[in-house]
């Protein structure tokens, strides 16, 4: 480890003159270390950097001066507030400094001391006073200095300074003291790049930007150390990524997958048998997945479409060319529900091609011992249970992840822990923007299902104002009366991936309203504490039409697939990001009747009403994940908070222009140096190992 790495990985606690308090409040905003610190971004920065003397003073700007403290006092208003006066001489004049409501200033600075202070110039040419913003006391050394006009390092004044978000009691004073004292023993060779990359994309040295970041000389120097840091944080992801694809592509060979003139035809046969034409982008991705299964390397490819784009078809293609090929597929599915709908329509398409299917989740298994021979099944359709150690496959060629609502780009240790390396096909509805899956996935990797089956109608989507909820359900009495049925998705009240009884409790109080409301119809209620036996139950009830709203709660979102709901109603819709509304809305508009959404919330934030709005009318599910990324950030809308993976601070994952450098770079990286002799990459590659974002 170069010294100057080491010294960033340091614990917090490592700080010198900190309060225990401090340290611990650091760590529960994620500070670990002093690197984590040198990465601690600041929210904004006001601009102290002019420097006067009293006389010089102008009134209405911002500016800093340094005096002696002369007299201290305090007055009290009318309405009980207190008003600290300290009147300060440069020399040139005196200054009246403001505050408010700090009595403790008063026993924190005595007459005859020096101060520095920072804020706005108030009153009249000949009776001016300052608010204080920012001040810190001098020591004579530092008085000297600065009365010789040398230069004199300030840490709250008489700069451009920073301010930090202030969580958990921490103070962008003590943040900003904490972090000059780093940056002050900092080591100005600290890097982490190769110097021909930074180089050739203009950037600026770490620790030049390291320094610009928290105190920028000026806003230039700021951008680049903004384009800097935003640079190496994606240049890490990406390099993650790249790294995890050449893992992939030099572990064991896949089985080796070959289509001959007969397993040709046969394909062709299949497609044909299809009740429908496949899309021309479905076709595209068919042939591409059939094209990589046939190469020396693992697929990694990852299936991108819309709900109810088709994704599925898809998948049983692959599975039956490698069934053709001798081989087996595991199918997983996020859920119970979804993984017996799945093993539905795969033995609707597979069946007459005497293709045997298993279905293996927590709670039913067709399979009993725990071998699956080849003899005996061709597929298997499950949930998680499928990577169950006990289970044990004979000939995995192929596995398919679906809907992977977060990003898993795979349990990889335990397939290579059960010694298998299959191609492998993760296919999800959520709409992640180009630029992510480039960065995670790399180009050559991703296949999009673009536009839905002809004759789809997209879905009608309607904001419905409070006052109008009475209307509303007249109206869906209408389509109740045309024989159409419809869902209730009743407010997520706690989020958790698995069901929560306060969940429960909404969906059943929802319940007993809809009932009364709509006492004419057959209601029922789905939610995810059920028994798996009562759930499929109530969905096959529901499909079949035996009754005719579904009231449920909001954890069983994707895939589901019931053709004459025509009407879906959400509740408490500001609770859902706009990815997942999407999804939501997906669960119509699945044949060619005219489909709707109602989205309901009790909110009258204006930020609210302008999102659900914009979601009303955009049924584009990448820019509708874009608005999200712009607003809330990636944590909120691919539910990778907790990880802090995609958490970037300085890039915008949105930034075509800057991934589209930095994967060119990665690229150049990884062809002609060695990670091991970059310890700073290395360290922060470790930390992206995609494990730790797989559901389990
Ligand atoms: P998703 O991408 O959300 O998983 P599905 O695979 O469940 O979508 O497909 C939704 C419905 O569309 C299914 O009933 C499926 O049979 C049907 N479907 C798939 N491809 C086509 C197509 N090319 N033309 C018409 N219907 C199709
Ligand atoms: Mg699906």
């Given at each position: 480890?170069?010294?100057?790495?080491?010294?960033?990985?340091?614990?917090?606690e490592?700080?010198?003159?900190?309060?225990?308090?401090?340290?611990?409040r650091?760590?529960?905003?994620?500070?670990?270390?002093?690197?984590?610190?040198?990465?601690?971004?600041?929210?904004?920065?006001?601009?102290?950097?002019?420097?006067?003397?009293?006389?010089?003073?102008?009134?209405?700007?911002?500016?800093?001066?340094?005096?002696?403290?002369?007299?201290l006092?305090?007055?009290?208003?009318?309405?009980?507030?207190?008003?600290?006066k300290?009147?300060?001489?440069?020399?040139?004049?005196?200054?009246?400094?403001?505050w408010?409501?700090?009595?403790?200033?008063?026993?924190?600075?005595?007459?005859?001391?020096?101060?520095?202070?920072?804020?706005?110039v108030?009153g009249?040419?000949f009776?001016?006073?300052?608010?204080?913003?920012?001040?810190?006391?001098?020591?004579?050394?530092?008085?000297?200095?600065?009365?010789?006009?040398?230069?004199?390092?300030?840490?709250?004044?008489?700069?451009?300074?920073?301010?930090?978000?202030?969580?958990?009691?921490?103070?962008?004073?003590?943040?900003?003291?904490?972090?000059?004292?780093?940056?002050?023993?900092?080591?100005?060779?600290?890097?982490?790049?190769?110097?021909?990359?930074?180089?050739?994309?203009?950037?600026?040295?770490?620790?030049?930007?390291?320094?610009?970041?928290?105190y920028?000389?000026?806003?230039?120097?700021?951008?680049?150390?903004?384009?800097?840091?935003?640079?190496?944080?994606?240049?890490?992801?990406?390099?993650?990524?790249?790294?995890?694809?050449?893992?992939?592509?030099?572990?064991?060979?896949?089985?080796?997958?070959?289509?001959?003139t007969?397993?040709?035809?046969?394909?062709?046969?299949?497609?044909?048998?299809?009740?429908?034409?496949?899309?021309?982008?479905?076709?595209?991705?068919?042939?591409?997945?059939?094209?990589d299964?046939?190469?020396?390397?693992?697929?990694?490819?990852?299936?991108?479409?819309?709900?109810?784009?088709?994704?599925?078809?898809?998948?049983?293609?692959?599975?039956?060319?490698?069934?053709?090929?001798?081989?087996?597929?595991?199918?997983?599915?996020?859920?119970?529900?979804?993984?017996?709908?799945?093993?539905?329509?795969?033995?609707?398409?597979?069946?007459?091609?005497?293709?045997?299917?298993?279905?293996?989740?927590?709670?039913?298994?067709?399979?009993?011992?725990?071998?699956?021979?080849?003899?005996?099944y061709d597929?298997?359709?499950?949930?998680?249970?499928?990577?169950?150690?006990?289970?044990?496959?004979?000939?995995?060629?192929l596995?398919?992840?679906?809907?992977?609502?977060?990003?898993?780009?795979?349990?990889?240790?335990?397939?290579?822990?059960?010694?298998?390396?299959?191609?492998?096909?993760?296919?999800?509805?959520?709409?992640?923007?180009?630029?992510?899956?480039?960065?995670?996935?790399?180009?050559?990797?991703?296949?999009?299902?673009?536009?839905?089956?002809?004759?789809?109608?997209?879905?009608?989507?309607?904001?419905?104002?409070?006052?109008?909820?009475?209307?509303?359900?007249?109206?869906?009495?209408?389509?109740?009366?045309?024989?159409?049925?419809?869902?209730?998705?009743?407010?997520?009240?706690?989020?958790?991936?698995?069901?929560?009884?306060?969940n429960?409790?909404?969906a059943?109080?929802?319940?007993?309203?809809?009932?009364?409301?709509?006492?004419?119809?057959?209601?029922?209620?789905?939610?995810?504490?059920?028994?798996?036996?009562?759930k499929?139950?109530?969905?096959?009830?529901?499909?079949?039409?035996?009754f005719?709203?579904?009231?449920?709660t909001?954890?069983?979102?994707?895939?589901?697939?019931?053709p004459?709901?025509?009407?879906?109603?959400?509740?408490?819709?500001?609770?859902?990001?706009?990815?997942?509304?999407?999804?939501?809305?997906g669960r119509?508009?699945?044949?060619?009747?005219?489909?709707?959404?109602?989205?309901?919330t009790?909110?009258?934030?204006?930020?609210?009403?302008?999102?659900?709005?914009?979601?009303?009318?955009?049924?584009?599910?990448?820019?509708?994940?874009?608005?999200?990324?712009?607003?809330?950030?990636?944590?909120?809308?691919f539910?990778?908070?907790?990880?802090?993976?995609?958490?970037?601070?300085?890039?915008?994952?949105?930034?075509?222009?800057?991934?589209?450098?930095?994967?060119?770079?990665?690229?150049?990286?990884?062809?002609?140096?060695?990670?091991?002799?970059?310890?700073?990459?290395?360290?922060?590659?470790?930390?992206?190992?995609?494990?730790?974002?797989?559901?389990?």
């Amino acid at each position: 480890m170069s010294k100057a790495f080491d010294w960033c990985l340091q614990g917090i606690e490592n700080l010198p003159a900190t309060s225990p308090l401090t340290i611990k409040r650091f760590k529960s905003v994620g500070v670990e270390t002093f690197w984590d610190l040198l990465n601690y971004a600041p929210l904004r920065y006001s601009d102290f950097s002019l420097s006067s003397s009293i006389n010089n003073l102008e009134v209405g700007k911002k500016a800093s001066v340094v005096g002696e403290i002369i007299n201290l006092s305090q007055e009290r208003t009318r309405r009980g507030f207190t008003i600290q006066k300290v009147v300060i001489t440069d020399g040139t004049d005196n200054l009246v400094l403001v505050w408010f409501n700090q009595s403790y200033l008063l026993r924190t600075f005595r007459s005859g001391q020096k101060i520095s202070v920072s804020g706005e110039v108030k009153g009249q040419l000949f009776d001016r006073s300052m608010v204080v913003e920012e001040y810190e006391l001098l020591d004579d050394k530092k008085y000297l200095s600065f009365r010789s006009g040398d230069s004199v390092d300030f840490v709250h004044t008489h700069k451009i300074i920073p301010y930090y978000s202030e969580k958990k009691g921490l103070s962008s004073r003590v943040i900003r003291e904490k972090v000059f004292y780093l940056l002050s023993k900092l080591d100005s060779s600290l890097e982490s790049l190769p110097s021909s990359i930074i180089k050739k994309n203009k950037l600026i040295p770490l620790h030049q930007a390291f320094v610009n970041i928290h105190y920028p000389e000026n806003f230039d120097y700021y951008k680049l150390a903004r384009d800097r840091l935003a640079f190496d944080e994606i240049f890490v992801l990406n390099l993650a990524g790249e790294i995890y694809r050449k893992e992939w592509q030099e572990e064991k060979k896949p089985y080796k997958f070959l289509a001959t003139t007969e397993i040709k035809e046969k394909l062709s046969e299949f497609i044909d048998a299809l009740p429908f034409e496949l899309t021309p982008s479905q076709r595209k991705a068919v042939t591409t997945i059939i094209s990589d299964m046939q190469k020396d390397t693992a697929m990694n490819r990852f299936l991108q479409g819309d709900v109810g784009s088709g994704k599925t078809v898809v998948a049983v293609i692959a599975s039956y060319f490698a069934y053709l090929n001798g081989y087996q597929s595991l199918i997983m599915a996020p859920t119970e529900v979804l993984a017996v709908q799945h093993y539905k329509s795969f033995k609707q398409f597979l069946d007459k091609f005497s293709v045997k299917i298993a279905l293996q989740t927590g709670s039913i298994k067709t399979v009993k011992d725990y071998k699956i021979s080849i003899s005996d099944y061709d597929i298997v359709i499950g949930t998680h249970a499928l990577f169950n150690e006990k289970l044990k496959y004979e000939k995995v060629g192929l596995v398919v992840i679906d809907e992977q609502q977060r990003f898993g780009v795979m349990q990889r240790s335990l397939l290579r822990s059960k010694g298998i390396n299959p191609h492998l096909l993760t296919m999800t509805a959520t709409p992640i923007p180009r630029t992510v899956t480039l960065v995670l996935f790399g180009e050559l990797n991703i296949s999009v299902l673009q536009k839905p089956p002809a004759g789809r109608k997209p879905v009608k989507t309607y904001f419905v104002p409070l006052d109008k909820r009475q209307s509303a359900y007249e109206w869906i009495k209408k389509r109740l009366d045309a024989g159409e049925q419809v869902f209730i998705v009743c407010p997520l009240i706690e989020e958790s991936d698995h069901e929560t009884l306060k969940n429960v409790r909404s969906a059943l109080a929802e319940y007993e309203k809809i009932k009364s409301i709509f006492s004419k119809y057959r209601v029922g209620v789905l939610h995810g504490r059920m028994k798996s036996k009562e759930k499929q139950q109530i969905l096959t009830d529901f499909k079949n039409h035996n009754f005719d709203i579904l009231v449920s709660t909001p954890v069983i979102e994707v895939g589901i697939d019931i053709p004459n709901a025509t009407v879906i109603v959400i509740e408490g819709a500001e609770r859902y990001g706009l990815a997942q509304l999407h999804q939501l809305r997906g669960r119509v508009g699945r044949s060619d009747k005219q489909s709707y959404c109602l989205i309901f919330t009790e909110s009258r934030s204006a930020d609210v009403v302008s999102r659900l709005k914009y979601f009303a009318k955009e049924n584009d599910g990448f820019k509708l994940s874009e608005y999200d990324l712009r607003r809330r950030g990636p944590g909120e809308v691919f539910g990778t908070r907790q990880s802090g993976f995609l958490n970037v601070k300085f890039a915008s994952l949105l930034d075509s222009d800057l991934i589209e450098k930095v994967s060119v770079a990665v690229r150049y990286f990884v062809n002609n140096y060695n990670l091991n002799d970059y310890e700073i990459l290395k360290k922060l590659v470790s930390y992206y190992d995609f494990k730790l974002i797989s559901r389990d």
